[in-house]
């Protein structure tokens, strides 16, 4: 049932760069690898409401569905742009001490993560076309071998995040260290939420 071609597949999807990504990176240059690691988690846990809407169904009624579409596209398309204007806004330097730059619970980084990936509907509408293609028509019951799948893409997520959260954060010092690379991080951060917000905010249904 896990084939190598769903694993590969899965890889090369949780590996392009979205919105989870860029924020679990950011979240480690800026808070450190420790954060990153719970970025990841509530990257991951924002899949699940996905995942269990295309096992449970539901994916084809919001996919039928244009006005669910549009009010859960534009309350994603919301936040990313609240997130973009809040790094613009976001004018302090960071330190090693951490004296300047604000720690962030890890209750607040999981919920952020989670409402980034929870609040982009074509996520859903991705596994609804995604997980059938690994799963036999001629079964039954096909709830068990898709719930198995989508644990599998969840822990390849949540690692692969990881990964990426612990690199940026093994680059934090050369952050630090120059406040002309600050501006430009948060500058870039912030217009890639605002590009992706844009992005989402154009998708068709």
Not at 37 to 52: E, K, N, Q, S
Not at 89 to 103: C, I
Request: some cysteine; overall charge positive; aromatic content about 10%.
């Amino acid at each position: 049932m896990i084939s190598t071609e769903f694993l590969l597949t899965s890889l090369v999807v949780v590996l392009v760069p979205g919105t989870g990504v860029l924020f679990t990176v950011s979240t480690g240059l800026l808070q450190g690898r420790r954060a990153s690691v719970f970025a990841a988690l509530g990257c991951t846990a924002g899949i699940v409401p996905h995942l269990l809407a295309t096992v449970l169904g539901m994916a084809a009624l919001m996919h039928a569905s244009a006005l669910a579409f549009q009010a859960l596209k534009f309350a994603g398309v919301a936040y990313l742009l609240y997130l973009a204007v809040a790094t613009w806004r976001d004018a302090s330097s960071l330190s090693l001490a951490g004296s300047a730059l604000e720690p962030v619970s890890a209750r607040t980084l999981v919920v952020k993560a989670f409402l980034i990936n929870i609040l982009n509907p074509k996520l859903t509408i991705f596994f609804l076309a995604f997980l059938p293609q690994f799963i036999d028509p001629a079964l039954a019951r096909p709830i068990m071998p898709m719930l198995t799948l989508s644990a599998v893409f969840m822990a390849m997520t949540f690692v692969v995040f990881c990964v990426y959260g612990q690199l940026a954060g093994a680059f934090r010092h050369h952050v630090i260290d120059s406040p002309r690379v600050q501006r430009a991080l948060r500058w870039g951060v912030g217009a890639a939420f605002a590009g992706l917000g844009a992005r989402l905010a154009v998708a068709e249904s």
